[in-house]
Structure formats: C-alpha cells, structure tokens
C-alpha cells in the first residue's frame, strides 16, 4: 500500500500542476486561433455582404427603399448561428441600417478607422462577442469582373454616403462553451494519462523490488556460505557496487553476533583459531615479547629445553599452540644461537613442533641497558608503587630505544601481508607499537601490558613519559589487566599528550588514529596441559611430603613466584612468624614451602632482595626449628612446570601475597590444580586476580597480623567451605580462560579491522583526525559496548 501510494501521490501531484499550468494556455492558444477564425469569416462576410449593398446601391435612386432593402440583406445575413448582428454606417458615421439584435453598448463610432477585419473581442452583459468592421467602397457592375460604374451615374445623396463600412458582430459564447469543454476534456486526459502511467510505474517498481530483493538475498546467502577457498562473485553486475559494502556488513554483524554469543562460547583452541580464521582471515599471528617462551641451555647433558619462569609465557604460549604463527623473542639461553636455522628461526614446541620462534639477539650492552637498565630498573618500579625507587639512566633510555627498534624490524620481517595480526607484549616493548605502524599501516595491533599502569603522578616521574605513551598508542587496541589500570593510562594521555579521549568508548584519538583501551583480565589455558600428565592430588602430596621429609599429617603451604620484590615473599614469610608466635601449637603440623624463581639477578635490588628473603628464612627457622622440622621450607631455583605443579596440587594452602600485581597466575594455576576441590588461597587485595577468585581469602599483605589470621583460617577450614570456594573459582577460571583473553581481543581487533574496511569502502579518509562527534563515533564504530550493541 505504501508503495503504491508512493508513485501515485507525486505522479497525481505533478499531473495536478501540469493541469494548472497547461489548461489556461490551451485556453488562450483556442481563444486566439478563434479569434483569428473570426476575423477571417468576418472578411469573408464583409465581401459577400458588401458585393450585394453595392449591387443594391448601383440600381437604387430611393433612400427609403434603398434603407429597407438593405435591412433586408442584413437580417438574411444574420440567420447564421454564430453572426451575430450587422449594422451599415456611412461616411459620416451615422447608422444607415441595422439589425435588431445590434447591441446598444456598439456603434458607427466604436470603428477603428485604420485596422479594418481586425476584429476586438468585447466582454458585454450578454456575453462575450467578436466585432469587426468591413468598408463598401466601390461601386460595381451587375457582374464581378465588369468595370466599375462611374460615381457621377448614382444618385447625389448616397454619393455623399460612400464609403459606406459594414459593421459585423459575431457570438463568442460558443468560445466559452468550447473553453468550458476544453477544460473538462483536457481534465480527463490527464487523469487517464496518469492513471496509466502510475499502473506502469508501480508493476514497473513491484517488478523491479521484487528483483532487488531476490538478488539482495542470493548475495547474502553467497557472501555467508563463501569460504576463502571458494570465495563468492556475485552473478549479476547490479550488485557489483554495492557487493564490497554487503560484504563487509555480513561480517561486521557476524562479528557482533558472535561477540553477543561471547558468554556462550566454550572457549578452547578451536574457538581461537576459528576466530582467527574466519574473523580475521587468517590462522597467524605474530607475538612480539621480550621473553622467550624456550630457552635452549647449554649443559653437562648437552642442550636442554627450559620453560621460563614468567607469567607472560605461561598466559601466551597456548595462545600460539591454538593458532600458529611466530613470536619474535630475545633469545637468551646459552645453546639458542646453536638450533636456530638461517633466519634465526627454530620450531617449537621441540617434541611437537607447532609455531615458530624467531629470535633476536642482543649485545651485553643493549641487555644491561634496555632490559635490566631501562625496564626493569626503571619502569617495573615506576608501575608497581613497591617502595623501590625507580631508576632512569638516559644511557638506558637509548639502548631501550634502539632494542624497541630491533624487536619491530624483526616483526615486520616476519609479516607475510600488509594487514597482519600482532600481539605486543609488555613495558619492555613500549615503543614497538608506533614502530610497527609506521612500516605496516595496516596492521592490526593488539598491545597488552601485564603489570599495573600508574598514577599520573606516579607516572610523571618518568623522563620519556611522552614517549612511552606516544608508542603505546600506535597500537589498534592497547590492554590491561583492569578497568582502574584502562583509566590510570588514560588520565596520563590526558595529562601529558594532546589527545582526545572519549571516556564513554574508552577510545584515544592520537595524531589521526584509534586507539581503543580495554580491560582483559588475563588467564590461563584450561585445563592446564600439563595436568594431563599429572598425578592426582593425594599421590602429589605423597610425593611432595616424601621429597621434604614431612609427616602425614603436616600440612602444606605453598608461595611461588619469581624472586621479585614485588610478590610479597618477606611479607609471607613475617606472617608466617606471627602465625606461630601467636599459636605456637601449630609447631610441626605444617610447612610452608617456597619456590623462588631467580629472575634478573644481575639488578642489585633483586640480589638484595633475594638475601632479605634467604635471611628471613634462616631467621624464621632458626626461631622455630623444633627436632628437625623447620617452619620454612625454600627453593630458591628453577623448577621444571611440572613440579610447580606438583607443589600446587599438594597444598592445603597457596599463599599469594603480591605488593602490586597486574593479575598473578600463580593464584589461577593453584585453582586449577586443584581438581580435588580442596586446598584454600590466600589472596593479596593488591593482586589484580582478587577481582575475580572472590572465593579467596583476600588479605592486606602489608597487615602481617591479618595475614597471618589468614593462614590460620586456611588451616582450619572444613572441607565442605573449601570446595564450595573452590567451585566457585573454578568455575570462574574455567570459564575466563586465556582463550577467551585472546579471543575477547581478536574480536575486537576484527571489529576495528572491519571498521576500517567499512571506512575506506565510504571513502573516509584515515588520516585525518575526528574534529566533530560523528566522526569520533565514526571512528569508534565497532566498538563493542557492554549491552552489546554495536555503535554504527
Ligand atoms: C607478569 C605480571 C601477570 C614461577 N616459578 C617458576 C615458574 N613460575 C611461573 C608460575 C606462573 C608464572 O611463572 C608467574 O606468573 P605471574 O603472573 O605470577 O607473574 P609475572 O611473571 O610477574 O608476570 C603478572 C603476568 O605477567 C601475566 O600477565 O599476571 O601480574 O607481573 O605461571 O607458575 N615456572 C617455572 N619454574 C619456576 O620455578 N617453569
């Protein structure tokens, strides 16, 4: 219905005005062929009337019957239908003869003496009536063709008379009659005509909609079933504008369908890799960190594979397993030079090869400089506000530049398209992003920053403040753990650099470009890999309480980390004390094990830091040693993944007690582990996993007293509130697993790259920045908001 009224409203519409404007000109157009008609007869009667007065004059002597004559010719005249009335007037003007029906209102006077046949139209009460005039001039024989008589032989007075005029009025009224019909007939033609053309127009319009939609549906249908195997090329050339921009939407609005099912997804490495394929039109990713996630040591058994002890590994490493591709890696180990092929690439994982790690080299200098100087020295305290004070060396601030440099050379090296997808990993890689970008544009950038992100304040001490924040910002999405560290970042963008921050979207529009921040809290893969090897958690803790001596009944704590003094370990270790010293009947009925994973050992406040915690641990035992059994229980080396996992599953009690902590996978790894749902964690209100496993005991680790109640709680828990605490964090950790970190990532880097599709199909141009609130929601299209609708 509305469709038909959409032809027939405007075609009525124009119809109508055409109407208006064309009926009075065919009215006036009639009106003066009319006229023109007349003025024709009216010459015409002027000869014939006039030939028969002039016949009449020659013979006649008598006025009186000449008079009466003549009024006789004129009314015999005037028997026609259209002619109205006659009058003859003389060379004077006076009337001679005419008939009744002449009206009053005209005269011998009305004559236009020098335009003869031109007839005037005049509007009398009776109606409208033609008027023209005819003059009588010559005299002539009884035949047409004789010679005229001559004057002298008529008689003096109608001599006097010559010429005479004939005076001739027509009816016009058949005019108006004809207009009025005109009128009526004009109408209706246009009403036909418009009939007829709208029936057209709409089974033209029906036809051709029809035909719109049965083609807009086979290429839907075509883009949804096309694979990039069978890629899909529509038939008919209608659709081939309009093709790339249905394209593109089909998958936007497949990306946002997926993003809405996002909490339904079991996410596993299928998931990943399937996102990748069909979201990002690939299955490869490049990694870009520092560490490495193999090592290849030289040693008395010739080389041997480790696995570093970093959670960044541990969170990445699946991710690579699941999708394949490359991760650009210092290499640090002893033997890595000795395996890698021509490129400086080996495969790994080395007994099931499934991606590739690519390795870059760095002299003892750049190390010292970038890595223990500039990074570790100086931003990891800077970020985690852990009462070191940070150190910035403009000697490191360069190596930290030129090693940023190398890293990005090797990723775009590494990149077999112009648009891949790379992962920047971490602070020691801040400026990699923008580096990146400048090489490939197109590239879709995710950055994740594993540790905390400042105050600005705190942030401000930094002498390349605006460096580091300009670099991070190359990238398409830059990550964090948390929403508070997301606002931390931004509120430093906004203090130090002329940006534009859109606080609702979470969105920074630096220099022309986007970049989104976002919270993903990170996870781990579940089920860990490695506890498919496993034994069970009772044979764990045989095992474990056979290695170390202890009875049956001792129960066992756990605190493993990196030796950094950031975890918290003096802290653990002085609750440990007040444990005891308040409840001294705990006295060899446990034992608290500590792993500690020697990390960066050559920066003085990490070999400080690991002789405080091995003097507190002599200090603790010594206090407490009873027969042979000593509180305390540490390991301050390396151990192999599966044994960290045997200690975590032997424990009653895992004890997390981080000064600041991004997220910590120690506290998950525990909860994985613990398939038995049983064993208590002990949690550090500062660690940024305490925002999900509420099931923990969230502790203050500054509060010794507190912690140390902590431990006595764990200890004395039943079972029943352990694994109701225990589901409850499994559940969370199974759910939020690494998979769905990275996934949560990749979706919303394939919605930011179809975005940018979208853009450059509409022709906007990149490189400008957003000046107006459309354009700012233009560029934060495809941003994912929590309703989960999609902002076009
Ligand atoms: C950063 C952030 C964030 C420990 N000792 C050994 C060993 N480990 C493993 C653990 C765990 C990993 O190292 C440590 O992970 P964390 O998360 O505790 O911490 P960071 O290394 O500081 O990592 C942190 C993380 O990035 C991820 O984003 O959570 O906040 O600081 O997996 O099991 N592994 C081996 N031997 C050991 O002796 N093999």
Redesign the pocket.
Known sequence: MKLTLRFLLPLIASLGIMAFVLVPFVEHLMEVWFIRDLDIRSRLIGRSVGAEVQRLLSESTDMTTTRKKLLKILIKATDDERLMALEICDAEGQSFAKTDSFPSQINCQSIDQNHPFSGKVLQLPSGSIHFSFSPIERILSDSEDSQPRPLQEFSARILTMLPLKLLIIHDMSFVDRRSRDTKIYMGLVFLCVGLVIAFLSLVIARWSRTHWIQGVQKLLGGIRNSDDNEPFVPSNQDFLPIFKDVKALVKELEATRQLQDESRINWNPSTLKEILKKQLDGERIIVVSNREPYIHQNSEHGITI??????????LEPILRACSGTWVAHGSGTADRQVVDTNDRVQVPPDHPMYLIRRIWLSKEEEEGYYYGFANEGLWPLCHIAHTRPQFRSEDWIWYVKANQKFSNAVCEEATDSAPVILVQ?YHLALAPRLIRERLPGATILS?W???WPNAESFGICPWKNEILAGLLGSSIVGF?TQFHCNNFMECVDRYLEARIDRETNTIIYKGKATQVRAYP?S?EWPPQVLQTLPTAVDCRRIVAERHGLSEACKIIVG???L?Y??GIIERLRAVEKFLEKDNSWSKKFVFIQ???P?RSTIPSYRDFALEVERTVHHINDKYRKDNWEPIVYLP?????D???HY?RAAELCM?T?LH???????K?YVAAHDDERGTLLLSIF???SRELTGALIVNPYDIDQVAEGIRAALSMSLDEQRERMRLMRSLVREYNIYRWAGRMLLDASRIRLHEQLRYVKGINHDTSPSTSEELIEHNLGVYSPGGILRI
């Open positions: 480790q696995k570093p002890a970093s959670g960044l590994v541990t969170a971490d994740f594993h540790i905390p753990h990170i781990i493993i980390d990196r950094d950031t975890k792993i500690g994973a990390t080396v390396h151990h192999e993944v044994q960290v996992y975590l997390v981080s902590d991004g997220m910590n996978l120690v506290a790894e660690a940024g996993a």
